[in-house]
C-alpha cells in the first residue's frame, strides 16, 4: 500500500510502553512492518525478537534498505531520446538514492544522473540502470531489466513548398518519413514568434499569412512514437512590396555615338532586372539585364530605353524607370548668311542645317590663327585695327556634332 506515518503511544506487555513510533507500512496485510522505536522500560531488561533492550530508554536497530520493485528503464530507448530509472520501491523510503547506468552490463562514464539520454554508441547495446537506496543501516543495489537501444528517431524530409522570398500570402509544404506508418507534427514561426506543434498531414497548408520572415517546422513520429529529434524545417519570407527603379548614369537627348551605356538600381537588394528598347515608336521586347547595360551598332534614329527591377519574391516596379536619347551621327552644316562691314567694324550672320545646335566663331588676322570661342548669330567685331581677316563659323548641333568644314568670309580693314 501506500507508505504513512503514524505515531501511537501504548502498552508492550506489562513492562514496556511504547512513546514514540513511526510506522512505515509496506502492504495492507501489515506483514512487513519497520519501525524506529523508542521504549520506556520499568527497570527490565527486555528482549523483542532477538533485539536485547537495556532497562530505560532504548532504541531498536535500523535494517539497510530492502528492494521490494526493481526499477524499470521507463520511456522509449531510442538514440537521442530521453529514458530515466524510475517505478522502484523498497521496504521504507530510503534517505538517499543514486542511479547508475550500464551498456552491456559495465556503467557508463558520467552517466549517473536518474534520466540519461542515448547516443550513437548506444545503438544496439543493452541498456540498464542500477539504483542505489541508503539509510543509516547500510545500503542496498537494485537493478533493472535491459532494453535494446533502437536508432535515431525517424528522418523528416520536406519535398515542396517555398522557400525564401515569396509574393503571395499562402504556402503550402509536402513531406515525408523515413520509417512507414509514421504520422507528422507542423509548427508555424512567424518572426521572432515561436508557434506550436499540432498534428498535420503529410502536407500543410497556410493563408492570408502576413509580410515578414516566417520558418516552417514538421517533425516525423513513428509508429513507436518516437519523434524525429531533428525537425526539418525551411524559410521562406512573405514579399508584396514591389521594388523602385533607378537609372543612375548614362546619355539622354541627342548623342552622337551608335553605343550608348546605362546603369541603374534597385531599392531592394538581390533584384533583377529586365530592359526594353524602343526605336522610332516600334515597342522592343523585355530581355533580362543587368547592370550597366550597353550598347552598341545603334542607327540614328529616336530611342527609349526602360528598366524593371523584379525583386527576389518576383514583385515587379509597376513604373519602369526610363531614359529617352536621340543617336545623331550626322554632323550639321553650317552657312555665312550676311556680312556687314564698316572702315572699322564687321557683323556676321551665321546659321546651321540642324536646329538646336550651338556655334564656335573664329577670326584670324593677317595670318594669324585666332581662338575659337562660342558665339551666336551675328557676331559682331567692333574697332578692328587695319589688316586683312578670316572669319570662321562652326555648327555644332546637339547631340555634339561639329561641323568639320566651318563656313568662312574673308573680309578686310582699311584703317
Known sequence: GTP??????????????????????????HTALRAEIYLDTTGIDYN??????????????????????SPVVSGLAYVAERVSCTHDRWDAPPDRTSVRWRRDGSPIAGAESVSYTPVADDEGHQL???KTAENDGGTADAASSAVTVKPAGPHTTITSGPAGPIRTTAAAFGFTSSRAGSSF??????????????????????????????????????????????????????DLTAPETTITSGLSGPIKTAAPSFAFASSETGSSFRCRFDKDGVVGTWVACRSPKAFSGLTEGSYRFYVQAVDAAGNRDATPSTRWFRVDLTAPQTTVTSAALGSSSASLGFSSSESGGSFRCRLDKDGVIGTWEGCRSPKAYPALAAGSYRFYVQAVDAAGNRDPSPATRWFSVAG
Open 128 to 130: 540498464s540502470c542500477v
Open 48 to 69: 523483542i525478537d532477538g533485539a536485547s533492550f537495556a532497562a530505560g530508554n532504548a532504541r531498536s536497530p535500523i535494517a539497510a534498505p530492502a528492494s521490494v520493485q
Open 4 to 29: 504513512k506515518e503514524e505515531h501511537t503511544g501504548f502498552t508492550v506487555g506489562r513492562k514496556w510502553t511504547l512513546v514514540s513510533a513511526p510506522f512505515h507500512v509496506i502492504n495492507s496485510g
Open 185 to 238: 507534427q507542423c509548427r508555424l514561426d512567424i518572426g521572432a514568434t515561436n508557434g506550436s506543434w499540432e498534428v498535420c498531414g503529410s502536407r500543410k497548408s497556410y493563408s492570408g499569412l502576413a509580410e515578414g520572415s516566417h520558418r516552417f517546422y514538421v517533425r516525423a513520429v513513428d509508429p513507436d512514437g518516437v519523434r524525429d529529434p531533428s525537425p526539418a524545417y525551411r524559410d521562406f519570407r512573405v
